[in-house]
Protein backbone atom coordinates (compact mmCIF):
# COMPACT_ATOMS: atom_id res chain seq x y z
CA UNK A 1 0.00 0.00 0.00
CA UNK A 2 1.44 3.36 -1.16
CA UNK A 3 2.28 5.86 1.77
CA UNK A 4 2.30 9.80 1.66
CA UNK A 5 4.37 11.67 4.10
CA UNK A 6 2.96 15.13 4.38
CA UNK A 7 5.30 17.87 5.32
CA UNK A 8 3.24 19.91 6.82
CA UNK A 9 5.04 23.36 8.53
CA UNK A 10 4.19 22.40 12.12
CA UNK A 11 4.37 18.52 12.03
CA UNK A 12 4.87 15.78 9.69
CA UNK A 13 2.90 12.66 9.40
CA UNK A 14 2.02 9.59 7.22
CA UNK A 15 -1.32 8.36 5.31
CA UNK A 16 -1.40 4.79 3.43
CA UNK A 17 -3.98 4.27 0.33
CA UNK A 18 -4.90 2.01 -2.10
CA UNK A 19 -2.77 2.23 -5.66
CA UNK A 20 -3.24 4.44 -8.21
CA UNK A 21 -5.63 6.57 -6.17
CA UNK A 22 -4.60 10.79 -6.46
CA UNK A 23 -2.73 12.33 -3.41
CA UNK A 24 -5.87 14.59 -3.44
CA UNK A 25 -8.32 11.77 -3.15
CA UNK A 26 -5.69 10.84 -0.12
CA UNK A 27 -5.39 13.55 1.71
CA UNK A 28 -9.42 14.25 1.83
CA UNK A 29 -9.71 10.24 2.55
CA UNK A 30 -7.88 11.28 5.93
CA UNK A 31 -9.38 14.32 6.38
CA UNK A 32 -6.62 16.68 5.44
CA UNK A 33 -7.85 20.20 4.56
CA UNK A 34 -6.11 19.93 1.19
CA UNK A 35 -7.24 23.14 -0.63
CA UNK A 36 -9.19 21.96 -4.31
CA UNK A 37 -10.94 25.17 -5.85
CA UNK A 38 -11.48 23.79 -9.00
CA UNK A 39 -13.03 20.11 -8.18
CA UNK A 40 -10.09 18.24 -9.14
CA UNK A 41 -10.41 19.18 -12.73
CA UNK A 42 -6.75 20.22 -13.00
CA UNK A 43 -7.87 23.84 -13.85
CA UNK A 44 -6.40 25.96 -10.87
CA UNK A 45 -3.02 25.67 -9.13
CA UNK A 46 -4.26 25.35 -5.11
CA UNK A 47 -3.77 21.78 -4.77
CA UNK A 48 -0.42 21.62 -5.50
CA UNK A 49 2.55 20.20 -3.56
CA UNK A 50 6.01 20.06 -3.88
CA UNK A 51 7.38 16.13 -4.04
CA UNK A 52 10.25 16.25 -1.46
CA UNK A 53 10.92 12.46 -2.07
CA UNK A 54 9.80 9.45 -4.38
CA UNK A 55 8.76 11.84 -7.39
CA UNK A 56 9.34 8.35 -9.46
CA UNK A 57 6.28 6.87 -7.67
CA UNK A 58 3.92 9.25 -9.41
CA UNK A 59 2.26 8.71 -12.67
CA UNK A 60 3.27 11.24 -15.70
CA UNK A 61 1.17 14.55 -15.79
CA UNK A 62 -2.29 13.82 -17.13
CA UNK A 63 -2.66 17.07 -19.77
CA UNK A 64 -4.68 18.44 -17.83
CA UNK A 65 -1.74 19.19 -15.52
CA UNK A 66 0.92 19.12 -18.31
CA UNK A 67 -1.11 22.50 -19.39
CA UNK A 68 -0.91 24.42 -16.26
CA UNK A 69 2.81 23.08 -15.65
CA UNK A 70 4.01 24.61 -18.83
CA UNK A 71 2.12 27.98 -18.07
CA UNK A 72 3.47 27.96 -15.18
CA UNK A 73 6.94 26.51 -15.51
CA UNK A 74 6.97 24.65 -12.95
CA UNK A 75 9.53 22.00 -12.39
CA UNK A 76 9.12 18.41 -11.64
CA UNK A 77 8.62 18.32 -8.28
CA UNK A 78 5.61 20.55 -8.56
CA UNK A 79 2.70 18.38 -9.18
CA UNK A 80 -1.16 18.94 -8.79
CA UNK A 81 -2.22 16.74 -6.14
CA UNK A 82 -5.67 15.77 -8.04
CA UNK A 83 -3.72 14.74 -10.70
CA UNK A 84 -0.64 13.14 -9.78
CA UNK A 85 -1.55 8.62 -9.00
CA UNK A 86 0.57 7.17 -7.17
CA UNK A 87 1.92 3.75 -7.36
CA UNK A 88 4.47 3.94 -4.25
CA UNK A 89 5.84 6.23 -1.52
CA UNK A 90 6.02 9.88 -2.12
CA UNK A 91 6.46 12.51 0.52
CA UNK A 92 4.91 15.96 -0.59
CA UNK A 93 4.41 19.13 0.70
CA UNK A 94 1.00 21.15 0.31
CA UNK A 95 2.33 24.81 -0.46
CA UNK A 96 -1.96 26.40 0.23
CA UNK A 97 -1.43 25.61 3.53
CA UNK A 98 -1.18 28.57 5.52
CA UNK A 99 -3.53 31.02 7.52
CA UNK A 100 -4.41 33.44 5.40
CA UNK A 101 -5.28 30.68 2.87
CA UNK A 102 -7.36 28.94 5.26
CA UNK A 103 -8.98 32.44 6.29
CA UNK A 104 -9.47 32.51 2.34
CA UNK A 105 -10.88 29.20 2.13
CA UNK A 106 -12.92 28.98 5.20
CA UNK A 107 -13.90 32.43 6.56
CA UNK A 108 -13.90 32.73 10.68
CA UNK A 109 -13.08 29.22 10.55
CA UNK A 110 -10.23 27.91 12.90
CA UNK A 111 -10.31 24.45 11.56
CA UNK A 112 -10.48 24.65 7.99
CA UNK A 113 -13.11 21.84 5.96
CA UNK A 114 -11.74 20.59 2.53
CA UNK A 115 -13.60 22.36 -0.19
CA UNK A 116 -14.05 24.14 -3.56
CA UNK A 117 -14.73 27.53 -4.66
CA UNK A 118 -17.24 28.44 -7.05
CA UNK A 119 -18.58 25.84 -10.52
CA UNK A 120 -17.82 26.15 -14.18
CA UNK A 121 -20.39 27.14 -16.48
CA UNK A 122 -20.60 28.58 -20.08
CA UNK A 123 -22.47 31.64 -20.24
CA UNK A 124 -22.61 34.51 -22.19
CA UNK A 125 -20.99 37.98 -20.90
CA UNK A 126 -22.07 41.31 -22.01
CA UNK A 127 -19.63 44.45 -20.60
CA UNK A 128 -21.20 47.82 -21.30
CA UNK A 129 -19.50 51.28 -21.10
CA UNK A 130 -19.77 54.67 -21.91
CA UNK A 131 -16.81 56.24 -24.59
CA UNK A 132 -14.78 58.79 -23.11
CA UNK A 133 -17.16 59.43 -19.80
CA UNK A 134 -13.87 60.30 -17.70
CA UNK A 135 -13.57 63.35 -19.17
CA UNK A 136 -17.45 64.11 -19.01
CA UNK A 137 -17.40 63.24 -15.28
CA UNK A 138 -13.63 65.38 -14.87
CA UNK A 139 -15.71 68.53 -16.40
CA UNK A 140 -19.14 68.34 -13.93
CA UNK A 141 -19.91 68.42 -10.53
CA UNK A 142 -20.00 65.25 -9.20
CA UNK A 143 -24.05 65.05 -7.98
CA UNK A 144 -24.70 65.62 -11.77
CA UNK A 145 -22.62 62.64 -12.86
CA UNK A 146 -24.07 60.50 -10.18
CA UNK A 147 -27.54 61.69 -11.48
CA UNK A 148 -26.65 60.35 -15.00
CA UNK A 149 -24.87 57.62 -13.80
CA UNK A 150 -27.87 56.44 -11.77
CA UNK A 151 -30.45 57.08 -14.71
CA UNK A 152 -27.72 55.06 -17.13
CA UNK A 153 -27.88 52.33 -14.63
CA UNK A 154 -31.61 51.97 -14.71
CA UNK A 155 -31.66 52.26 -18.31
CA UNK A 156 -29.37 49.09 -18.89
CA UNK A 157 -30.21 47.43 -15.62
CA UNK A 158 -33.57 46.84 -17.27
CA UNK A 159 -32.70 45.29 -20.40
CA UNK A 160 -30.75 42.85 -18.80
CA UNK A 161 -32.97 41.92 -16.34
CA UNK A 162 -35.51 41.89 -18.97
CA UNK A 163 -33.93 39.07 -20.36
CA UNK A 164 -32.77 37.03 -17.44
CA UNK A 165 -29.43 38.70 -17.06
CA UNK A 166 -27.59 38.79 -13.90
CA UNK A 167 -25.80 42.18 -13.54
CA UNK A 168 -22.58 40.57 -12.26
CA UNK A 169 -20.81 43.96 -11.35
CA UNK A 170 -20.84 47.59 -11.98
CA UNK A 171 -17.80 49.30 -12.56
CA UNK A 172 -18.03 53.61 -12.80
CA UNK A 173 -19.66 53.58 -16.19
CA UNK A 174 -18.49 49.80 -16.82
CA UNK A 175 -21.35 47.39 -16.70
CA UNK A 176 -20.74 43.59 -16.32
CA UNK A 177 -23.85 40.91 -17.08
CA UNK A 178 -24.07 37.29 -17.28
CA UNK A 179 -26.67 35.54 -19.53
CA UNK A 180 -28.50 33.30 -17.93
CA UNK A 181 -27.40 31.69 -14.30
CA UNK A 182 -28.73 28.02 -14.52
CA UNK A 183 -29.52 27.85 -18.46
CA UNK A 184 -27.38 25.14 -20.22
CA UNK A 185 -28.17 25.71 -24.11
CA UNK A 186 -25.85 28.22 -25.79
CA UNK A 187 -28.47 29.42 -27.99
CA UNK A 188 -30.38 31.01 -25.56
CA UNK A 189 -27.77 32.40 -23.38
CA UNK A 190 -25.96 33.97 -26.88
CA UNK A 191 -29.89 34.99 -27.43
CA UNK A 192 -30.59 36.86 -24.60
CA UNK A 193 -27.29 38.21 -24.55
CA UNK A 194 -27.83 39.77 -28.10
CA UNK A 195 -31.07 40.70 -27.00
CA UNK A 196 -30.38 42.64 -23.71
CA UNK A 197 -27.12 44.45 -25.77
CA UNK A 198 -30.04 45.66 -28.74
CA UNK A 199 -32.14 46.97 -26.08
CA UNK A 200 -29.89 48.34 -24.45
CA UNK A 201 -28.74 50.53 -27.12
CA UNK A 202 -32.21 51.60 -27.94
CA UNK A 203 -32.75 52.84 -23.97
CA UNK A 204 -29.59 54.64 -24.34
CA UNK A 205 -30.70 56.24 -27.47
CA UNK A 206 -33.25 57.63 -25.60
CA UNK A 207 -31.36 58.42 -22.41
CA UNK A 208 -28.60 60.20 -25.06
CA UNK A 209 -32.09 62.52 -25.83
CA UNK A 210 -32.74 63.57 -21.95
CA UNK A 211 -28.47 64.04 -21.75
CA UNK A 212 -28.65 66.31 -24.59
CA UNK A 213 -31.25 68.69 -23.08
CA UNK A 214 -29.80 68.30 -19.76
CA UNK A 215 -25.74 68.27 -20.55
CA UNK A 216 -25.67 69.79 -23.71
CA UNK A 217 -24.41 66.02 -25.62
CA UNK A 218 -24.92 62.63 -26.17
CA UNK A 219 -22.47 59.50 -25.06
CA UNK A 220 -21.49 56.42 -27.22
CA UNK A 221 -22.20 52.97 -25.75
CA UNK A 222 -19.74 50.49 -26.03
CA UNK A 223 -21.11 46.51 -25.83
CA UNK A 224 -18.87 43.38 -25.91
CA UNK A 225 -20.39 40.25 -25.65
CA UNK A 226 -18.54 36.74 -25.27
CA UNK A 227 -19.57 33.24 -24.86
CA UNK A 228 -17.43 31.06 -23.39
CA UNK A 229 -16.72 29.45 -19.74
CA UNK A 230 -16.74 30.66 -16.96
CA UNK A 231 -15.97 29.82 -13.00
CA UNK A 232 -19.43 31.22 -11.12
CA UNK A 233 -18.94 31.65 -7.43
CA UNK A 234 -18.88 33.92 -4.16
CA UNK A 235 -15.87 35.93 -4.39
CA UNK A 236 -15.13 36.94 -0.91
CA UNK A 237 -13.90 40.80 0.56
CA UNK A 238 -11.88 41.33 3.33
CA UNK A 239 -14.92 42.65 4.99
CA UNK A 240 -17.19 39.89 4.84
CA UNK A 241 -19.13 40.51 2.34
CA UNK A 242 -19.59 37.81 -0.51
CA UNK A 243 -20.42 38.13 -4.21
CA UNK A 244 -21.85 36.09 -7.15
CA UNK A 245 -19.45 36.84 -9.81
CA UNK A 246 -18.08 35.55 -13.15
CA UNK A 247 -14.58 34.83 -13.93
CA UNK A 248 -12.99 34.24 -17.31
CA UNK A 249 -10.21 34.88 -19.63
CA UNK A 250 -11.49 38.56 -19.85
CA UNK A 251 -8.35 39.11 -22.54
CA UNK A 252 -10.16 39.06 -24.98
CA UNK A 253 -13.24 41.25 -23.55
CA UNK A 254 -11.35 44.35 -22.63
CA UNK A 255 -10.26 44.55 -26.29
CA UNK A 256 -13.66 44.23 -27.62
CA UNK A 257 -15.17 47.41 -26.49
CA UNK A 258 -12.98 50.21 -27.47
CA UNK A 259 -11.92 48.65 -31.18
CA UNK A 260 -14.86 48.27 -33.32
CA UNK A 261 -17.56 51.17 -33.87
CA UNK A 262 -20.36 50.94 -36.32
CA UNK A 263 -23.37 53.26 -36.88
CA UNK A 264 -26.33 50.91 -35.43
CA UNK A 265 -29.18 53.40 -35.93
CA UNK A 266 -28.66 54.38 -32.24
CA UNK A 267 -26.19 57.10 -32.94
CA UNK A 268 -22.63 55.80 -33.15
CA UNK A 269 -21.91 52.45 -30.85
CA UNK A 270 -19.41 50.35 -30.55
CA UNK A 271 -20.48 46.85 -30.48
CA UNK A 272 -18.76 43.14 -30.92
CA UNK A 273 -19.67 39.14 -30.65
CA UNK A 274 -17.14 37.06 -29.61
CA UNK A 275 -18.37 33.20 -28.98
CA UNK A 276 -16.39 29.96 -27.95
CA UNK A 277 -17.44 26.92 -28.07
CA UNK A 278 -20.67 25.74 -29.24
CA UNK A 279 -22.67 29.05 -29.47
CA UNK A 280 -24.93 27.04 -32.12
S1 LIG B 1 -8.03 21.08 -7.58
FE1 LIG B 1 -7.75 22.41 -9.21
S2 LIG B 1 -6.08 21.57 -10.19
FE2 LIG B 1 -6.34 20.26 -8.56
Not at 217 to 241: E, K, M, Q
Not at 263 to 279: H, N, P, S
Request: net charge neutral; proline share 3%; charged share 25%.
Amino acid sequence: MPRITYHEPDREFICEHEANGTILEVSLAHGIAHYHACDAKGRCTTCRVLVVAGHENLRHRTAAESRVARQRRWPDEIRLACQARLTGDVAVRRLVVDDVDAELIYPGCASPQPGCDGHEASLAVMFCDIGDFTTFAAGHLPHDVVHLVNRYYQAIGEAVLWNHGYIDKYMGDGIMALFSLGERDARRCCRAAIRAGLQAMARMAELNHYAERQFGRRFDLRIGLHYGPVVVGHVRSYVSAATKSGLQDTSGMRSITPSFQEDTGYGRTACRCRFEGQAG
